[in-house]
Every structure is written in C-alpha cells, then in structure tokens.
C-alpha cells in the first residue's frame, strides 16, 4: 500500500436534500451529512469528527439516529445495490455495529428509516415501484415482517415508531396515512382514511396514540387512532415590500400535548414534483418538530411557525413566527424567502431550535429569543456560517495567507481560512462563477463570470473589481508562482496577462477543442495546457510557442499537472489512465482501475501525488509511481471531484466537488509524520483597505466619540436629576416608615393586652374541659366493663358450640371410613373376575393364532411350488427373447458403426463451428471495444456540438444586436446626410464671399509686393544718389579750400589732381564696398542666432552709416514716407475688416455645426480646425510686419 496517507481535518458543506439531514447527539454536538461522510459538530468549541461512508458508496440517502442516541443508521446505495449501515456514536472513533445489505425481497433503495423507542427495531421503507415496508430485528439481521404500502407507485415520504410502543408504526405519503401494528409476525393496518386523500409530506408522533401531520397545502391535521380531531390552515399572503405576513385561520380545539420528537426529512425532489399542482399562495409544510410548549413547523419558503399550548386548556395557536433572515452580502434580497426549510430538529434541553434548507444552509435561534421578540418575527442565525449550494467550479489557494477561494454555480465567490476553519469574505454576483485564482500573496483574485473576467481586490470587508477583460465563460484562469503573471482561458485560446500594467502580453493558439486546464511551471517561464481535443501542450512564454506536445484524440483530458522540476507531465482524462508525458511522448500509462480521473496534484516536495475520481474518492500515491495497485483510497464527496490542490507547504490538500462541499485534509507519511516544507516567513496578516473606507470609518469614529461624550454628559445629568429624585423618594419614604412603625408599635401593645386576656381565658376554658374530659373518661370505663362481661358470656357460649361441632364432624368421619373400605373390598372382588374371564380368553386367542400359523405354512409351501413352476416358465420365455434381443444388437451394433462414422464427422463440424465463434467472439469484443470508444467520441461530439451550438447561439445573439445598432446607425446616416445637405447649400453662398474676398487679398498681396519692391528700388536709387552728393560735396570743399590764383601749369596740375582724386575715391570705395561685403559675410555666419545677428548688424550699421547722413536722407525722403505709410494704412484697415469678417463667419459655422451635432448626438464629428485661409492671412499678415 501506498506510504502517503491523508485524514480528513474539516468540511464545509451540507447535503441537504438526504432525509432527515440534522439532529443532536446531546448538547454541543450536532450530527449532519457533508459530501460522503456524517459530520459530528461541537457547536461551543467549533472542532469536527468524521463517520465515513461505507467503501464505493454513491451516495447517502436518509439517516435515523435512535432514541437513546446511541446508534446512528445510515441509508446508502453501494455498486448500485442498497445497504443499510448502522453504527455505534458511543464509541470513539464510532465503528459499524452491523450492515444490512442481503435482502431476500425487490429494493432498490431505502428512502426513510426509524428506529424504535428500545433502540431494538429498525422501521426502513423502500422506493417505489416496490414501496415496501420493513421490520428489522437489526441486531440479529431479522426481517420481522415484510408489507407493500403502495400499489400505485405514489412517493412515501417519512415512516416512524410510537415514541412507547414499539409495536406501532405511521407511514405518510402522496395520498396515504397509514397506522399498522405489529401483531403475530405481520403489519397490519389499523385506521381507514376518510375523505379526500391529501399529499401528506411531514409527521410527527405528539402521544401514544396522536400525531400531528403536514400537508403541500399547508395544513396541519391532528389525528388520535386514525381518526382526524382538528385542522388548521396556514395561508401566506403576498408580500408588499420585501417580506410576507402568515395568518393562521380555520382553528379548532384539540386537547393534545406534544412531546419532543424530531421530524424526519422526505426526500425533497419527490415533494417538489409531486407538490407541483399545489397552489402557490399556500406554504408546503416540509419539517415539524415537536417540543414541551408545542410544535415548530416549516411555513412555506423562508419561515418557520411555533404553536404553543394555551393555559387554560388544551389548545394549541400560533405564538411565534421565525424567518430566515436577508443576507447582506446577496444580490438578491428575496433570496431567503426562495429557500425550504426541510429539517428542523430541537436540543435536548429545547435551548435552540436547528433548521436545514433547500440551499444546504444551517441556521440556528435560541428559543428565549423568540420569547423576547413578542410581537415581531424572530431571526435565525448561521449555525456555522454560509455555504455554497450549488456545485462548486473553481478553487484556489495562496503563499503569504492560509486562504481559500471558492466560486460556485450559486453565483458566490467565498474566501474560507483553512487555520481557523471559518469563512472570511462572501459576495453574491449576477452572473455565474466558474473559475477563480488567488494572487500568491493573498490580496486580488481574478474570476471567469459567464460574462467577463474580472481582477478583484480582496478588501478587509468587500471584494472590489478594478478591471474587467472581454472574456465570457472563462473555464480556467490561475496566476503565476511569482504572481507578476495570469493566464485566462477563452474557449481553445490561452490569453496571458501581466498584473503590472494589466495588458495582454501574448494569445496562445493551437488548441482546437476546449481547454480544460492549465498549469504553471515551478519557476514561471513555462505553461501547460490540456483540453477536450486530446492534446497536451507544453508553451514557452518568452516566444509565445509551443515546446512540446502530444495529442491522443481518442482522450479527452480533464486535468494537467507538471513535476517540480518541470520535466514530466501528468495527465487524466477520458480512458480511465493516467498517463506520465516527457519529450512530447507518453513515457507510460497506469490504469484507474474502472473509474475515471477528474483531478490531479502532486506536491511541491515531488514526493507524493493524489488523484480525484468521478466518484468522489481521493486516491493517495507515493511518487515515483508504483506499477501495481498501490494507493490508499478515501470516501470523500458525494460527486465528482471538480477541484483539488496542495497548499505551498505540503501540509494540507483541498478538494471541491459537485456537491457543494469543500474539504481539508491533513497530509502524513506512513509512520504518521506530518510531510512538511519548512516555511521561512509566517503567514501575513495585511489587509488592503481602500481610501475613502478608512475616512468614512474615521468620520464614523470621530460621530460616535461626540455622540458617545454627548450620552455621557446626558447620562451624568440625568444620573444627576435621578438621584435628587430618588433622594426625595427615600426622605418620604422614610417619614412614612416611621410613622408606620410608630402605628405598628400601638397596634402591637393592643394587640399584646388582649393576647393577655386570651391567655387567661383559654386557661380557664381548658380547665373545664379537662374535668369534663375525666368525667367522661370514668362514664366510658364503666360501660365498656360491662360490655366486656357480655362478649366474655357470648364467647364462652360459642366455644361449647364449637367442640359440640368437632365431635359431630369426628363421628362422621368415622362413618366415611368404614364405608369405603366396604365399597373397596367390593371393587377387588368385581376386577379379580374380570381379570380370570380376560386370562381364560388370551389362552383362547392362543389357540387360535396356533392354528393360524399352521394353515399359513401349508399355504406358503403351495405357493412356493406355484411359484417355481411360473419361473420355469418366464425363463424358457425370456431366453426366446434373449436370442431375439441378440440377433437385433447385431444389426444395432453395424447400425451404431455408421453412426459413429457419423458422429464423428459431426463432432469434427462442431469443433470448427466453434472455433468459428471463438473467433467471432473476439471479433464481437473488439467490435465492442471499438463501439465504445465510438460512442464516447460521439459523447465528446455531441459535447463539442452543443458547445458549439452555444457559441452558435451567443454568436447569433450578437450579429442579431449588430444588424439592430446598423439599423440604428442606418437611420443616423440618413438624418446627418439630410442635414449635411442642407448645411452646404447654406455653406455655398459664403464659400462664394470667401473665394471673391481670398482672390481680393491675393491682388492687394500682389499690390504690395510690387510696393515692396518699388520701395526697396528706390532705397537703393537713393543711397546711390546720396553717395554721389556726398562725393561732389567733399570735392567742391576741397576745391574751395584750394588758391585761387594760380598759373596756366598749375591748373594743369589741378587738373591732373582731380583724376587723380577720382581715381583715389574709386579706389577707396572698392575697399570700402570689400569691407563691407566681409563684414556682411561674418554677420551672415549667425543666422541661427538671432539676438547675436541683431548685435552684428547693428554694429555694420554704426561703423558704416553716420548720423549726418541718416538725417539728410531722411528730410529728402519725407515725401515718399508719407505716400508708403498712407499705403500701408490704407491696406492694413482693408485686411482687418476682411479678417473680422472671415472669423465672425467662422463662428457662425462653427455654431451651427455644434448645435446639428448636438441634436444627432455626434458632437465629437464638429471640425474644430480653423479655417485655412484665416491661418493663411495670419502668416501672410506676419511676413508683411515682419
């Protein structure tokens, strides 16, 4: 066997609809099914023992704990054959006493069970079609009696014992109340049912001979030995806002007292389905419980009713009501009055009152509660704390936090701490759940809702969404080891995510059916995938490719994991193995043994490895794995195992199933050592809080210190005003005590003085009558002496009579005597003769017997001879027939060779007709082999068909909602384009102004580059003319400074000057103009810098121009400023008021486009631009001034 070994630790489920799901062992502890166990809950110190199912059970279906709570009997179907176990609750761990499973009757399962009040019998009834009733003598294995109760197939709901007489029975169901008793080996019936026949779902025995019985009608009835004595309907009316009143009408004395017995719960799909016809208003009693006071009885959805017993005489009305309280956290708040009550159950002590519902919850109420609340409807509480009701579909687990998250098909994600064993958070949602993840510290989930994926934070008191991904109906999602990654399913694509910037890093392809699981390796970097199309793919997250695959069609894979060091890959699937994958091949196969594997896990350690089965069984191996059957199997879940994991430490494995129930189990080795990873850091104990919580609770704290010092100061006042009051009350009362005491004094020296005198004259009075007493005493001895002398006289009298008798009676004897000796001597004498005739005729008889024999020997000798002649002649007769006989063997015996011949040819065709069919046999189970693996490809079709018709169908849903929005769009386009239209007619006529005034400004921008260059001509006409003035005005200075008198030689000299000057001057203007052209050029090296360009040319100025100079040019040059600057003006005044008119245009347009927008709603389509030739004038406008 297998060295692993896993116990199971806590449970958080309820399988409610087993019947009779709930009841106490004493006090503390209460015994209700979970999955495929019994669970024995100590409510005060919150720990939890196990009773297991029987080996490859399917299932419990009704329990009965007997009366002295000593024996529990469970009800289960084991390879589809009933059994009824029974087991001892006083011993520790509880053992079987007895299992009742060979049944000499038709049965297919047990469906209501009752011990009887010794604890001796045990009262079962089977389903139908059968629907029979059996009595157990349980210890012995002895079916007392044996009756069928129904004939018509109706569902039996609950049978039970008087709680006194073991020989009385009551079985209810759809249309029958039967009462049998037990009488000379069978069950007979002891009432008649009169008057329409009622679907009679709950009883309870509330007297020897009286039971209180429920109805889908809501009504209760009182029977007392068949006969009915009182009946009371329950109505419900409709609800006005959020809750439903109950009025009890139709009541009728009755004179019954109701001990505590319990309620059994009928199988609750047989209730609901043949309850259906019933009307809606009225509430279907499903549970009674009976206690001192009275009785509790379910009411219809959500509420429970008590009736109590009146003072004054035996009657019984509604004192209470009791409802299963909204839950805070559901999204539906008329979820609690959707639920059933299907059990209730009182503790010993009838301190609290136990229920069950519909939806696998367990709710508790302190009976003095409900006595507080007089007036208004009492609550329940959670026994424990809410589970999940419907299959669960995704589980997860952390490193930093001993967390577990749950979702489920109820709509609920649930986060659960596996130290504590308590429910931490718990939100409903709209949509259904069906794979959850939990980041590996403990702080965000990420969820696949039918219609998105949502990322979530975990807060102190609230699960919060922060971000929502276009998935719908996410199968698998799971975060990375480190965290800083999450992979999503979407149908046969893997979506991979990072948790940093929340984007789609990569879309994992190639899958072409849908996936089932996905696992991460150890250290991140690869994912491994497995899906219905039979393939398992290994993918490299750095390339988005796949590494490694391998494909097996005829297997459709439910589950993947991977080894520790990422080399070997596990699977389970379809074809009952589980296969080891290296290397894209399947390294080997080892068989499930006839179950399938849903689930698998192997620790962190590598060491160990534990698979899920369809059935509900865990299956621990060791690893490397064996190669024989070796593994230790565990009765788990009712259902299929749909989840299973270990936590980081290797400490505990958790498993979810169909049913509902989440369980921890605590890990060993074989010698019991607990198989541990050493942790480096404890558990965390952060909470993420949001914000604005912290300042709403802040702001609630600061509100609640104010009002709590406001109180105190009222208080202290108040305390104040009390005591002056009650200081005044005692002043008053203490005058009125003394004066009272003073009275009482007086009264109490009245009363002393005439207690005096009543002392005196008892004494006198007791006096007399003690002398009246004496004289009495003498008178009544005197009578009775002479009485005495009279009965002494009288008896003296009697004793002569007596001995006078006795000698009468003596003599008498003595006649007696003598007379029969007399008649005895005569007797003697009568025999003795008799006795001599009775010898006299024996001889006789004698004689005649001698003689007898004489003639019987004479007649046997004549026989004899008759005799030996017949021999003689049936010999010589049988010898003919001998020859006869011998000559027809002869030609038998040629006869009997040829058949032989023939017998043998035929025997030859009758070993190949069968070797024939020994083949064809093997051809029929290879056929067979090959007809199953067809039906269940066409299973995993048919699977894949709906699927894809669901898609189909979601698909179509959708192009349905496009063509409707295109439609609608259709119908915008037409509107926009109608109106578009008659924007541009309205638009046309000013585009014409545009245009006219555009070709305008272009003609007076063509008008101003000619001035431009006109101006810029005539600047440099200018400075020629002005160079030339100041040329002949220095020559004619020194001319003038030259003598005037001078001779014939020497005006020729001065003429010989002047070429020479002019010559100078033009050689000096050359070096002048180079100059310049050098300095220009070293001005033109900063262009790129304009401040440095400004400071250059500015300094070109000052050397070359002088001041004297600037002033001539500009008093020569006044006129033609004059005409430049009126120009100017003139065009500048036409440009702004053809710009004012351009943008006061604009705006006109830019209005109405708005308004048309916002009455189609496409705003966003205004073109806010502005216009181009606007820009144009601006940037036309800037080159001008510039």
Not at 201 to 226: C, N, P, R
Request: aromatic share 8%; net charge negative.
């Amino acid at each position: 066997m297998s060295a692993v070994v896993a116990q199971t630790l806590h449970v958080f489920g309820l399988r409610s609809h087993v019947a009779n799901n709930i009841f106490y062992f004493d006090e503390q502890i209460i015994i209700f099914p979970s999955g495929n166990h019994c669970v024995k809950y100590n409510v005060d110190q919150k720990w939890q023992k196990f009773i297991p199912g029987s080996d490859k059970s399917q299932g419990m279906l009704a329990l009965s704990i007997s009366p002295n709570r000593r024996y529990l009997a469970i009800s289960e179907t084991v390879q589809e054959k009933p059994a009824i176990t029974i087991y001892e609750l006083s011993s520790i761990p509880c053992r079987k006493r007895k299992v009742l499973n060979n049944f000499d009757f038709q049965v297919q399962k047990f469906i209501s069970m009752a011990f009887s009040p010794d604890s001796k019998y045990l009262l079962a009834q089977t389903s139908p079609p059968e629907s029979n009733l059996v009595y157990w003598l349980w210890e012995k294995q002895k079916v007392m009696a044996i009756v069928r109760i129904d004939t018509q197939n109706n569902p039996v709901y609950q049978v039970s014992f008087s709680p006194q007489d073991n020989t009385q029975v009551c079985v209810t169901g759809n249309g029958m109340f039967k009462l049998l008793r037990f009488t000379e080996g069978t069950l007979k019936q002891t009432n008649f049912q009169r008057g329409e026949p009622q679907n009679y779902l709950a009883h309870t025995w509330v007297a020897d001979d009286k039971i209180v019985v429920g109805t889908d009608t809501g009504k209760l009835f009182l029977f007392e030995s068949g006969d009915q004595r009182w009946e009371t309907s329950i109505m419900v009316k409709e609800p006005t806002h959020d809750s439903k009143s109950l009025d009890v009408i139709q009541e009728s004395e009755s004179l019954i007292e109701f001990p505590p017995v319990s309620s059994p719960l009928p199988s609750y799909e047989q209730m609901v389905a043949t309850s259906s016809h019933s009307q809606l208003s009225m509430p279907q009693v499903f549970a009674i419980a009976a206690y001192s006071k009275g009785f509790a009885c379910s009411a219809g959805p959500g509420r429970v009713l008590l009736f109590e017993k009146m003072e004054e005489k035996d009657f019984y009305r509604e004192s209470r009501e009791i409802r299963i309280p909204v839950d805070p956290q559901s999204n539906d708040p008329s979820q609690s009055d959707k639920q059933d009550v299907l059990c209730l159950c009182f503790s010993p002590s009838e301190e609290t009152l136990v229920a069950s519902t519909s939806k696998n919850q367990l709710y508790s109420i302190t009976m003095s509660l409900t006595e507080i609340s007089k007036g208004e409807p009492a609550h329940f509480e959670y026994l424990m704390y809410p589970l999940h009701s419907a299959p669960i579909t995704g589980l997860a687990t952390c490193i930093r936090k001993p967390l577990i998250a749950t979702c489920s098909l109820d709509r609920s994600i649930r986060i659960w701490n596996y130290e504590t064993n308590t429910l931490e958070l718990f939100k409903e949602y709209q949509e259904e759940a069906y794979s959850i993840s939990l980041h590996p510290s403990g702080h965000f989930i990420v969820v696949g809702f039918a219609d998105k994926l949502r990322l979530m934070n975990l807060l102190i008191d609230d699960i919060r969404s922060f971000k929502e991904y276009s998935i719908r109906g996410c199968r698998e999602c799971s975060f990375s080891n480190g965290g800083h990654l999450f992979a999503a399913v979407n149908g046969n694509v893997i979506h991979v995510y990072t948790t940093t910037n929340l984007e789609n890093i990569s879309s994992l392809k190639g899958h072409t059916g849908k996936i089932r699981s996905i696992v991460w390796n150890a250290d991140d970097s690869k994912l491994i995938s497995g899906g219905t199309d039979g393939a398992v793919y290994e993918w490299n997250l750095s390339t988005g490719k796949r590494e490694t695959e391998c494909v097996l069609k005829s297997c459709s894979y439910n589950c993947v994991t991977v080894s520790p060091d990422a080399k070997i890959i596990f699977a389970v699937g379809s074809d009952h193995t589980l296969k080891e994958i290296a290397d894209s091949s399947i390294l080997r196969e080892i068989s499930a043994f006839d179950v399938t594997y849903t689930t698998i896990v192997i620790s962190h350690s590598g060491r160990m490895m534990f698979v899920g089965t369809s059935v509900g069984t865990i299956r621990a191996m060791k690893y490397p794995l064996p190669l024989q059957k070796e593994f230790n199997e565990y009765q788990a879940h009712a259902g299929p195992i749909t989840k299973m994991l270990l936590t980081f430490d290797d400490q505990f494995l958790l498993t979810a199933a169909e049913d509902g129930c989440l369980f921890t189990w605590k890990v060993f080795d074989k010698d019991g050592r607990g198989i541990k990873r050493e942790r480096e850091v404890g558990f965390a104990e952060e909470v993420l809080v949001t914000k604005t919580d912290m300042e709403e609770k802040a702001q609630v704290m600061l509100e609640l210190k104010t009002r709590v010092e406001e109180l105190k100061m009222e208080n202290e006042y108040q305390l104040r005003l009390k005591d002056m009051n009650y200081s005044e009350k005692i002043k008053e009362l203490t005058d009125k005590f003394i004066q009272e005491m003073e009275s009482l004094k007086t009264k109490n020296q009245v009363l002393r003085t005439e207690k005096e005198k009543q002392d005196v004259y008892h004494r006198e009075h007791i006096e007399d009558l003690l002398d009246k007493q004496s004289r009495e005493l003498q008178d009544l001895e005197c009578c009775n002496n002479q009485k005495l002398l009279l009965e002494y006289e009288k008896y003296q009298e009697l004793q002569l009579k007596s001995q006078r008798m006795q000698e009468e009676y003596e003599k008498q004897l003595r006649d007696n005597d003598e007379t029969k000796s007399q008649a005895l001597e005569e007797l003697t004498e009568f025999y003795e003769a008799k006795l001599q005739e009775k010898t006299t005729l024996l001889e006789e008889a004698q004689e005649d017997v001698r003689q007898q024999l004489r003639e019987f020997e004479e007649t046997k000798k004549q026989i004899e001879e008759d005799e030996d002649r017949e021999i003689q002649d049936i010999k010589t007769k049988y010898e003919k027939k001998l020859r006869d006989e011998k000559e027809s063997n002869l030609r038998l015996k040629g006869e009997t060779g040829i058949m032989r011949k023939k017998f043998s040819s035929l025997q030859k065709e009758i070993e190949e007709r069968t070797n024939d069919i020994e083949t064809l046999k093997g051809e029929q189970v290879k056929l067979q082999g090959v007809i199953k693996s067809l039906e269940k490809d066409i299973q995993g079709l048919k699977r894949e068909i709906q699927e894809r018709d669901e898609t189909i169908q979601d698909k179509e849903k959708r192009i349905y909602d496009l063509k409707k929005k295109n439609q609608e769009l259709g119908k915008f386009k037409f509107v926009l384009d109608y109106k578009i239209k008659e924007l541009k007619k309205q638009i046309e006529p000013r585009e014409n102004e545009i245009r006219v005034m555009k070709e305008q400004i272009q003609e007076m921008e063509a008008e101003l580059e000619n001035f431009h260059k006109q101006n810029t001509q005539l600047e440099l006409n200018i400075t020629e003319l002005w160079q030339k003035l100041r040329a002949t005005d220095q020559e004619m200075r020194r001319e003038r400074q030259k003598p005037c008198l001078l001779s014939g030689p020497c005006r020729f000299t001065s003429l010989n000057s002047s070429e020479t000057i002019k010559s100078l001057w033009e050689r000096d203007l050359e070096a002048l103009v180079k100059r310049f052209k050098t300095d220009l050029h070293n001005c033109v090296a900063y262009i790129q810098e304009p401040r440095l360009l400004k400071e250059k040319i500015r300094g070109l100025f000052e050397k070359y121009v002088q001041r004297a100079d600037m002033v001539e040019i500009a008093g020569l040059n006044t006129d033609l400023q004059q005409e430049y600057a009126r120009q100017r003006e003139h065009l500048e005044r036409n440009l702004a008021t053809l710009k004012k008119k351009v943008v006061k245009e604009g705006e006109l347009h830019r209005t109405d486009y708005v308004r048309i927008m916002q009455s189609t709603g496409l705003r966003n389509w205004v073109p806010l631009s502005m216009p181009s030739s606007q820009s144009k004038h601006r940037c036309r406008r800037r080159k001008t001034t510039g």
